[in-house]
Nanobody, 123 residues
């Protein structure tokens, strides 16, 4: 069992930045892959970025060059640095994890989820 708690969301003007954090608790988290998803108004849940247990990352084309995922295994946290934010980035951002952390972090089931944090980008 893994518990995930997101934080860092809020309101920001277009072009601004936010850093989301995901605090994980559980056993053997260093072996886990983590991902960020988002649900924007009127759309299906969208995968944003993921990171495997050795720090290899994959990022969606929609945010590539603006968002960066990272992890700090010393404190069991995962981050999403979001720069050059656009109004279309508005939504609820979720952290998820999967114990099959080696290899590619894409196409995993991600059975563990946090409660989400709201990001609002508007002027």
């Amino acid at each position: 069992q893994v518990d995930l708690v997101e934080s860092g969301g809020g309101w920001v003007q277009p072009g601004g930045s936010l850093r989301l954090s995901c605090a994980a608790s559980g056993s053997n988290l260093v072996y886990y892959a983590f991902a960020w998803f988002r649900r924007v108004p009127g759309k299906e849940r969208e995968w944003v970025s993921c990171i495997n247990n050795v720090g290899r990352t994959v990022t969606s084309d929609s945010v590539k060059g603006r968002f960066t995922i990272s992890r700090d295994d010393a404190v069991n946290e995962v981050y999403l640095q979001m720069n050059s934010l656009k109004p279309e980035d508005t939504g609820v951002y979720y952290c998820a994890s999967d114990r099959r952390g080696s290899g590619a972090c894409t196409n995993l089931d991600y059975p563990y989820w946090g409660q989400g944090t709201q990001v609002t980008v508007s002027s």
